[in-house]
Nanobody, 122 residues
Framework: QVQLVESGGGVVQAGGSLRLSCAAS????????MAWFRQAPRKEREFVAY????????LYTDSVKGRFAISRDNAKSTMYLQMNGLQPEDTALYYC???????????????WGQGTEVTVFS
């Protein structure tokens, strides 16, 4: 079992930045891929980015490319999402997830956090 806890959400003006963190505990030696998803009000949960155990493989959804950066520190069992140039359409509940493969589909991830809220106002 892996437990995931997100933090770092908040309210920010358009153009601002936030850094989300996802702290993992439990069986963190499984070398899982980790990912960020988000769900805006009245919308489906959508993929944001994933990163492999070694950090050599990353993938971003098109709408965040060039603005968001995913990273991880395995020694700290923590994953990050640096979000720059935030826009109102980035407003959502952001979830971290862990699973054995990297994929854009949420069903490939076995473990989920409870989410951290990001609100961007114009």
């Amino acid at each position: 079992q892996v437990q995931l806890v997100e933090s770092g959400g908040g309210v920010v003006q358009a153009g601002g930045s936030l850094r989300l963190s996802c702290a993992a505990s439990g069986r963190t030696d499984n070398k899982y891929f980790m990912a960020w998803f988000r769900q805006a009000p009245r919308k489906e949960r959508e993929f944001v980015a994933y990163i492999s155990w070694s950090s050599t493989n990353t993938l971003y959804t098109d709408s965040v490319k060039g603005r968001f950066a995913i990273s991880r520190d395995n020694a700290k069992s923590t994953m990050y999402l640096q979000m720059n140039g935030l826009q109102p359409e980035d407003t959502a509940l952001y979830y971290c997830a862990a699973g054995p493969i990297g994929a854009m589909g949420s069903t490939y991830y076995h473990y989920w956090g409870q989410g951290t809220e990001v609100t961007v106002f114009s």
